[in-house]
């Protein structure tokens, strides 16, 4: 089996019809649009349902399961995560990546020094953060192209940072 991508978290039922209510975990909610199929995960198992239906409300999505038709049968799946197979990832534009691909990436000052991995990027709704950690220090990069060149090949990251944002 394909690795599962994680795109959202069940919150809670939707009314008494067995909609669920998700919070998007993707940069491309109208992916929801397009579902057939969905794997539910709760950490212990995970189950593959066919999505009926869905549609946006706020920041969240509605989202219809077949077999899933009242409260009772939707409450179970309260805190579950959405995931779908990688195969099934949008495409992407040149100098864009998904955040899971990243994590572990080495990241390398410009002279070559090791600086770290990276261990988590933080979404802060402008400019991303690189968490880049070694064994002494973590580094807060901000995911800008005049801080850092990624290669994906070889799954390094250079870093070329201004005065002090290594010191602080």
Do not use: C
Not at 34 to 49: C, M, S
Not at 51 to 56: G, L, W
Not at 136 to 159: C, V
């Amino acid at each position: 089996m394909n690795e599962l991508i994680t795109i959202g978290k069940i919150t809670k039922q939707h009314g008494n019809k067995g909609e669920l209510k998700v919070l998007p975990l993707t940069d491309f909610p109208e992916r929801f649009d397009y579902l057939e199929t969905i794997f539910l995960d709760n950490g212990k198992y995970i189950v593959q349902k066919k999505v009926e239906r869905t549609r946006s409300h706020k920041k969240f999505i509605i989202l219809k399961l077949d077999g899933v038709n009242n409260i009772g049968q939707a409450i179970v799946y309260k805190d579950y995560l959405l995931k779908i197979p990688d195969t099934e990832l949008l495409p992407l534009m040149e100098d864009q990546y998904y955040i899971f691909e990243l994590i572990g990436y080495k990241a390398y000052l410009k002279e070559g020094e090791l600086l770290g991995s990276v261990k988590e990027i933080r979404k802060n709704g402008g400019t991303d953060i690189f968490i880049i950690k070694n064994d002494q220090k973590e580094y807060m990069i901000p995911a800008a192209k005049e801080f850092m060149t990624i290669d994906k090949s070889s799954r390094k990251i250079i870093i070329s940072p201004i005065p002090g944002l290594l010191d602080i």
